[in-house]
């Protein structure tokens, strides 16, 4: 079993920044692939980001490119999105999930992830 815990969430204005952090804990994986989706109301869950822990590799949703980013510390098991330049339709509830093992170019399938955490809210002002 895999604990996902996200933090950093909050309420900022259009053009401000913030840094979720999602911190495993439980079973680890060797070579595991790590995502952020998102969910606002009314709508469907929506690939953000996710990174590749054997060979680094990133991905991002277009909506994203640029002003955010992924990264991540195997020492402490810990996924990053650092988000800039915010803007209001980036409201939404934010997840982070785990796979046991590298996804190649399915990143983006929310289904194929083991584990997923519970969510932070992440509200963006006009």
């Known amino acids: 079993q895999v604990h996902l815990v996200e933090s950093g969430g909050g309420l900022v204005q259009a053009g401000g920044s913030l840094r979720l952090s999602c911190a495993a804990s439980?079973?680890?994986?060797?070579?595991?692939?790590m995502g952020w989706f998102r969910q606002a109301p009314g709508k469907e869950r929506e690939f953000v980001a996710a990174?590749?822990?054997?060979?680094?590799?990133?991905y991002y949703v277009d909506s994203v490119k640029g002003r955010f980013t992924i990264s991540r510390d195997s020492a402490k098991n810990t996924v990053y999105l650092q988000m800039n330049s915010l803007k209001p339709e980036d409201t939404a509830v934010y997840y982070c999930?785990?796979?046991?093992?590298?996804?190649?170019?399915?990143?983006?399938?929310?289904?194929?992830?083991?584990?997923w955490g519970q969510g932070t809210q992440v509200t963006v002002s006009s």
């Open positions: 999930a785990v796979r046991g093992s590298d996804l190649g170019n399915s990143y983006y399938l929310g289904h194929l992830y083991d584990y």
């Open positions: 439980g079973r680890t994986f060797s070579r595991p692939a």
């Open positions: 990174i590749n822990w054997s060979d680094i590799s990133i």
